[in-house]
């Protein structure tokens, strides 16, 4: 794994650049991640740097303004498990969907039905993947479509009569049928890493204007 940058900042000012690794990255609900790093070949600088900004370049220490007294037995039992949890490792999170709810009307296009397209709603858009709604069960070749998991375009269009609509591509992951509810079909897409390239700048436009 490549290392990264990480800079700590200090409350007034002071400034540690660290070389790291990420171990563990877990979505929020926020669009957000939470990130578990271990720093690596740090140099004395880095080390001295690193001591200013955690201990002394501080605005106010925790135990300065405090709602609850300290608990003598939880204080022990952290201390006693401290062990364990040093050498405890760390595991990647499970990928967890992020994706921001909207409302925006597409059309789904896949060789497989030729000429035919399909009106459909996204519903949720995410950088690295979306979930879209069509009206109908009734779709051609739906069990290829379920088992192939093959690229789908999607015109995406912003507005009524939108002029510039916007084409994205897109796998399939998962069908699901909602006949018993109303008649509806559910499909979950992702974005080849492939397109990025392609792709990204696209997808963070459409984040930005569609609620």
């Known amino acids: ?30 669009l957000q991640a939470q990130i578990a790093a271990k ?3 740090l140099s004395t600088t880095q080390k001295d740097d690193l001591v200013l900004v955690i201990y002394s370049d501080v ?9 609850d007294s300290d608990d003598p037995i939880a204080s022990f039992k952290f201390i006693a498990t401290s062990l364990k949890r040093v050498f405890q490792e760390f595991r990647p999170a499970a990928h967890v969907a992020v994706r921001k709810q909207v409302q925006a009307s597409a059309y789904l296009f896949w060789e497989g039905w030729g000429e035919l397209s399909y009106p459909a709603r996204i519903t949720e858009l995410g950088l690295r993947d979306l979930r879209l709604e069509l009206d109908t069960t009734d779709i051609d070749r739906l069990e290829e479509l379920q088992a192939t998991q093959p690229l789908l375009g999607i015109l995406v269009v912003k507005e009524p009569n ?8 897109a796998e ?17 897409l992702s974005f080849p890493t492939s397109l990025n390239s392609r792709q990204k700048n696209k997808i963070r436009q459409l984040l930005k204007i569609l609620s």
Request: charged share 30%; no cysteine.
């Open 162 to 169: 939108d002029p510039a609509p916007q084409s994205l591509v």
């Open 39 to 41: 720093f690596v070949n």
């Open 1 to 30: 794994m490549r290392p990264v940058q990480i800079e700590l900042v200090g409350d007034y000012g002071a400034r540690a650049l660290l070389d790291a690794q990420i171990i563990r990255a877990t979505a929020t609900s926020k």
């Open 172 to 188: 399939v992951k998962q069908v699901e049928v909602l006949e018993e509810l109303s008649d509806r079909t559910v499909i979950e």
């Open 59 to 67: 605005k106010e220490w925790y135990s300065q303004k405090r709602a």
